[in-house]
């Protein structure tokens, strides 16, 4: 909160994918294990829902938080600043944004080809 009370959000200037990462510098490279992956955090608040300062309830969580990706030297990954979400219906969104934030490119699996069109 504010110091009028009033909620604070955050505003990130947003990045375009051109400045994280130009298509043509990429090449494959061999990665240690633990360091394949892309992890993407999803973090949810858990203050003032138990009485009494520094408590908590046990699995217990608001449906806010922040998105945050790891760092990752393998995929040249240097984590930006984490994203809010004020619902969890907005999480694909935000997670969506966290990649495109940092030039991740997704390739489809293979049950999401099954409704993807190609744009060729």
Do not use: C
């Not at 922040?66 to 984490?82: D, F, K, L, T, Y």
């Amino acid at each position: 909160m504010g110091d009028n009370g009033s909620p604070v959000f955050f505003v990130y200037p947003e990045r375009s994918v051109e400045d994280a990462m130009p298509e043509n510098d990429i090449t494959a490279r061999e990665a240690k294990w633990g360091e394949r992956m892309i992890e993407v955090k999803v973090r949810l608040w858990t203050d003032n829902i138990a009485e009494g300062k520094g408590n908590i309830l046990p699995k217990h969580a608001w449906g806010s938080g922040v998105v945050r990706i790891e760092r990752n030297s393998a995929h040249g990954i240097s984590p930006q600043h984490p994203i809010l979400f004020h619902s969890l219906m907005e999480l694909g969104a935000v997670i969506e944004k966290v990649l495109i934030q940092h030039g991740i490119k997704i390739h489809p699996s293979n049950r999401m080809i099954k409704y993807l069109v190609s744009a060729e």
